[in-house]
């Protein structure tokens, strides 16, 4: 079986765009996330212009909210979004 994945068993849940008008979109985005111990976390994404990122290759950076909550993970990606 040389070449082949394992098949993913994990239901990969939709991203939320909370892109701000005038900015592209999927610009700052949230996703609920199970992580390897079962837990559920809110995820938020957000782009990174070429010139301020840390990884050139890596165009995002991501921050685990601490929340199941999509209202409060909003609030939460918002205020991590201003603060990077």
Same mark, same amino acid.
């Given at each position: &079986?040389? $070449?082949? #994945?394992?098949?993913?068993?994990?239901? &990969?849940?939709?991203?939320?765009?909370?892109?701000? +008008? $005038?900015? *592209?979109?999927?610009?700052?985005?949230?996703?609920?996330? /199970?992580?390897?111990?079962?837990? %559920?976390?809110?995820?938020?994404?957000?782009?990174?212009? +070429?010139?301020?990122?840390?990884?050139? *290759?890596?165009?995002? /950076? %991501? #921050? *685990?909210?601490?929340?199941?909550?999509?209202?409060?993970?909003?609030?939460?990606?918002?205020?991590?979004?201003?603060?990077?």
């Amino acid at each position: &079986m040389l $070449g082949q #994945c394992a098949p993913r068993h994990r239901i &990969m849940n939709p991203r939320i765009d909370l892109s701000l +008008p $005038g900015e *592209r979109k999927n610009e700052l985005t949230i996703q609920l996330r /199970v992580r390897g111990d079962g837990r %559920t976390y809110f995820y938020a994404r957000r782009w990174v212009p +070429p010139e301020i990122r840390n990884n050139a *290759r890596n165009p995002y /950076v %991501t #921050c *685990r909210l601490g929340t199941v909550d999509e209202q409060q993970a909003r609030r939460a990606a918002y205020a991590w979004n201003r603060r990077i």
